[in-house]
Nanobody, 118 residues
Framework: VQLQASGGGLVQAGGSLRLSCATS????????MGWFRQAPGKEREFVAS????????YSRDSVKGRFTISRDNAKNTVYLQMNSLKLEDTAVYYC????????????WGQGTQVTVSS
């Protein structure tokens, strides 16, 4: 499985961005997809995840009500809609995939930079 993240950029605080993660392979619909981020000098952290059927989604508390994860299995793509962006959301964002039976994300994209300015 190959993942290609895109959609990052420079945005002012309070603005919005939508990240996309296109995947290869015919088994996309069987994977749980996740978004992670890593800010300079910090460890990578979980942002949000969505099950294969979109029935189950999780997000970290700091982004609840602002970020929304979604997926389109017909397009083999997962999205992260980010609204009301804050300075502390600045990071490299990565998409990742894991099988439904695993707790480990085995596949990772290359990351896309999100920079929020004041």
């Amino acid at each position: 499985v190959q993942l290609q993240a895109s959609g990052g950029g420079l945005v002012q605080a309070g603005g919005s961005l939508r990240l996309s993660c296109a995947t290869s392979g015919r088994t996309f619909s069987s994977y749980t997809m996740g978004w992670f981020r890593q800010a300079p000098g910090k460890e990578r952290e979980f942002v949000a995840s969505i099950s294969w059927s979109s029935a189950i989604a999780y997000s970290r508390d700091s982004v609840k009500g602002r970020f929304t994860i979604s997926r389109d299995n017909a397009k083999n793509t997962v999205y992260l809609q980010m609204n009301s962006l804050k300075l502390e959301d600045t990071a490299v964002y990565y998409c990742a995939a894991r099988t439904g039976t695993s707790s480990t994300y085995a596949y990772w994209g290359q990351g896309t930079q999100v920079t929020v300015s004041s």
